[in-house]
Every structure is written in C-alpha cells, then in structure tokens.
C-alpha cells in the first residue's frame, strides 16, 4: 500500500517536470548564457512568486471575467504588495493577462535565473480516496459519488491522479484518461473501522492505537502529493478528499465499558463510575487538541502550495448508529459531528467547500466545477525579508467595485528550512 503511494507521488513528480519543461521548450526560453572566460560568474538569491487564486463573483453569483490588475490589492500582513502577475482562468481556459517579470535582486549569494513554472491550460485534480476512512457496508454509495465525480467534474482537457490510503491499493499518475478512474472507480473500497472495532480495539496513553495509525496514514499520503504539487503553478490544483473525517478519541465512553443507565460498570455505583471516567478522560484530555494540530499543519502545507480541499463525506445526511452497535445517541451523535467539523476545517482553511452531513451531491460536484474553472490567479515577491516569521497572512482588495464578493486564501506558510515531513 505506502510503496503505490509512493509511486504516485513520484509520478506526479515525474509529470510536473515534464511539462515544466515542454512549456518552457513553447516559449522558446533559452538556457543562461554560459560567463565569459576569466569571468567570475552571477549568483542571485531566489525569491519565490507567490500565487493566489481569487474567485470574484457579482451579486447573481456570477464569475466577473473583465478584471484586469489595476482593479486588485494584495496584502501580505496589512502592507500593500506590487501585483507582479494576473492570470484569467476562464471556462477552464488560461489568460495570461500579465505575465511575471524576474524577481527583484537581492543582496548575497547569487544564483541563476530560473525559468518560469508552466501555465498550461486545464485544471488538475488530485483524487484521494482515504478508504481507511470509509464505511465497507457504504461501498455501493462511495462507488457511486465517484461515478458521480467522473461525469460531472472530470472534463476533457483536465489532468488528475488518484490515490488511496487502504487497501483499494490506487496508486494512478497523473493521467487525461476519464477510462482510467472509470475502471478505478470498481476497486474502491470501503475499509473503515466500525464502532465496535473501536471500542473493543486496544488503547494506549495516546488513545485507540488503531484509530491514530489509520490517520497518520492518511495525513502523510497527504504531506506527500502536496509537496509535490508546489512544484506546479499558475494552474488550479483542487484536491478531491472523499473520507468519513477523523475523530481521535471515539466513544470514549463505550471504550471504558460504563453503562449510565445502571450506574456504572461491573456493579459499581454511578459516583465511582463517574470518577473511573474522569480518570479516564484526563488520559486523553489532549486527543483534540492533537488533532488540530495535525489539521492545522495539513492546511499550511495545502496553503503553501497553492492546493483547494473539497471534503466529501458520502455518509450524506446521518441519521444514528446501526441497529448491531451498542452505544447511546448522543454518543455516536458526538462522533459524527468530531469527524465532519475535521472534513470542514480542511475545506474551509483551504478555501474550498466541505460536502458533509448532505444528500446533493450532484449539486456540490456542480459547484466544485465552477469553482475550479473560473478564476484569476494572482502574484506577487513577498517584501516582508524576515524568515522567521513562517505564517502570513493575505488580503485581497477590489478598488472602487462595489457589490462584487472576492474570495481567496488567507494564509500561507514558508516551509521549515532542512528535511522535515511536513
């Protein structure tokens, strides 16, 4: 399962040179001239482009396609940035309304200018089917959204990959073929622990082990394909993140065995089990708050490569636990809504759209396909020199076009300088 993982992510490595360098070769783009002999040569320090993708819609939700780069302010912690780029992105067609120009000198060590990243027409999508975190007895249904994906999302002209973190075993460069996730549509299968597997699986001080391995499978086959996806510019990279969302302290209760209905387990009265609880919980006390660190770090590596989440939950609407699982209501109800508000924050701290506890899902891919066909994006050399200072914060500006809403990412996170994995 990791080493097709780890093919694809090579995979796509692999594409993105590729048509770095084809659109490079179109654009007649030379290499540098070799220094003269006895000629010291020129070193520059590099500065990266930093792009933004900007939907700007009027008051009937209206994509508005006639916005040109004096029309837009960026800023980056509240100083105004000099627009270096604009590209139209338009019915999935690309417009280079301003291409960039090198980047500004800087003092120190100086390198070769590098060449300009591709822009290619057409959209990217990055399919992750997380089956760890899917439902086996929900398989008809999953397999099913994905039909729904292939016809309603995947166009001519666009380029995706597939991936997934269990035992589907999907591992698919990336590919114009629709034939291919047609075919891979009838591999897909839900793996997903069911509730008693949670409760009746082993614990540890950091809670369910099985239940916290299962994520971070997960969330490293994320780190892995977002890196590479930095590598890839000036074209709209939306990730398709179809998962049940991550919770890691489920039925807390269930797991320490007390029953509230007859005042705690094994004959104990409900004030000793209610301490046996409090003990318990304590021992997890940093479970969410776990998970939202790996949340957040997840969202600056997408932020940082320029990546959209579209969170899909095909539970759909969820009425309660079945019938065969043992646990009260308002339990299983808090699980559900810990593992959709995990799908939500991945969609909105991306600026993409979490499709949870909903039964349209025609609807949503429609709005997931306009989102990812019309748009500007929009760059810029930060003039903020400080490195220590990892997470900015951006804001996009209209001047003097009232009624028209802007949307755009927030945030981006400058990568930790030397190896890390995330």
């Known amino acids: ?60 939700d209206q994509f508005v396609a006639d916005l040109t780069r004096d029309d837009f302010e960026v800023y980056e912690d509240g100083v105004l940035q000099d627009i270096a780029s604009l590209t139209l992105v338009h019915g999935g067609r690309v417009h280079n309304l301003q291409a960039p120009p090198p980047p500004p000198a800087q003092e120190g060590i100086i390198l070769p200018p590098s060449r300009p990243r591709n822009d290619a027409a057409g959209r990217i999508f990055l399919i992750m089917v997380d089956d760890l975190h899917l439902d086996f007895r929900n398989t008809g249904r999953i397999r099913d959204l994905f039909r729904r994906v292939s016809r309603t999302l995947v166009h001519e002209g666009d380029m995706f990959a597939i991936v997934s973190t269990g035992p589907s075993s999907l591992a698919i460069d990336l590919t114009y073929d629709r034939k291919i996730l047609d075919e891979a549509i009838k591999k897909i299968t839900g793996n997903g622990l069911r509730p008693s597997d949670v409760i009746q699986g082993s614990d540890n001080s950091d809670g369910p082990a099985e239940v916290k391995y299962r994520a971070h499978v997960a969330f490293q086959t994320a780190y892995d394909f977002l890196r590479q996806l930095e590598r890839i510019t000036n074209r709209r990279k939306a990730v398709i993140w179809v998962s049940n969302g991550y919770d890691f302290n489920p039925f807390a209760e269930s797991r320490l065995g007390e029953d509230s209905v007859f005042g705690g387990r094994f004959g104990q009265t409900r004030e000793e089990g209610a301490a046996i609880r409090d003990e318990f919980n304590r021992g997890y006390q940093f479970a969410d708050a776990d998970l939202a660190r790996e949340l957040a770090e997840l969202t600056r590596t997408a932020n940082r490569a320029n990546a959209t989440l579209y969170t899909i939950d095909p539970r759909g609407l969820v009425a309660g636990a079945d019938l065969d ?60 020199p400080d490195p220590l200072q990892r ?25 930790l300088p030397g190896p890390s994995t995330q």
Do not use: C
């Not at 097709?4 to 179109?26: D, E, F, K, N, P």
């Not at 804001?395 to 927030?410: A, H």
């Open 1 to 60: 399962m990791r080493f097709q993982a780890l093919r694809l992510i090579a995979g796509v490595a692999v594409a993105v040179g590729m048509a770095t360098a084809l659109v490079s070769a179109q654009a007649g783009q030379a290499q540098p001239p070799a220094p003269a002999e006895g000629q010291s040569p020129t070193f520059r320090v590099s500065i990266d482009l930093v792009t933004n993708d900007v939907i700007v819609r009027d008051d009937r």
């Open 391 to 415: 997470t900015r914060r951006i804001e996009v500006k209209l001047k003097d076009k009232p009624g028209l809403n802007v949307w755009s990412r927030t945030s981006y996170t400058l990568r």
């Open 325 to 384: 699982e043992s646990m009260s209501a308002a339990e299983y109800s808090e699980h559900i809504r810990k593992t959709q508000d995990s799908l939500r924050i991945l969609a909105a701290e991306t600026g993409g759209i979490a499709v949870v506890n909903q039964n349209d899902f025609d609807r949503a891919l429609k709005r997931i396909d306009a989102e990812t066909s019309d748009y500007y994006v929009l760059g810029y050399y930060s003039t903020n």
